[in-house]
């Protein structure tokens, strides 16, 4: 089973960047998808971008668009997340998932493996 691991969070000032990394360990992430969701205190679990295998397709949800790029790097099977331009409210814990065969790519439910978690702080 394909393992993830995120890597880049931190704590950084409201306009200032952060990239994050998804690496996958044993093999290719899923022929389906790989996706970036987060998940701030007390607030449910929620879609951030995804990027779609095969074709290299990439959604956005509608809050970062325009600031934050997925991107992936095959050769290195490790998917990244740049996010500038960022903002008190994009303050959470960001997950990385690798999608399964059913489902759209917005849902959680539809993601099979998750990382572990990395922490993004934004300060004002």
């Known amino acids: 089973q394909v393992q993830l691991v995120e890597s880049g969070g931190g704590l950084v000032q409201a306009g200032d960047s952060l990239t994050l990394s998804c690496a996958a360990s044993?093999?290719?992430?899923?022929?389906?998808?790989v996706g970036w969701f987060r998940q701030a205190p007390g607030k449910e679990r929620e879609f951030v971008a995804t990027?779609?295998?095969?074709?290299?397709?990439?959604y956005y949800a509608d809050s970062v668009k325009g600031r934050f790029t997925i991107s992936r790097d095959n050769t290195k099977n490790t998917v990244y997340l740049q996010m500038n331009s960022l903002k008190p409210e994009d303050t959470a814990v960001y997950y990385c998932?690798?999608?399964?065969?059913?489902?759209?790519?917005?849902?959680?439910?539809?993601?099979?493996?998750w990382g572990q978690g990395t922490q993004v702080t934004v300060s004002s």
């Open positions: 998932a690798s999608k399964g065969p059913t489902g759209n790519y917005f849902s959680w439910g539809n993601y099979l493996t």
């Open positions: 044993k093999r290719t992430f899923s022929m389906y998808g």
């Open positions: 990027i779609s295998w095969s074709a290299g397709r990439t």
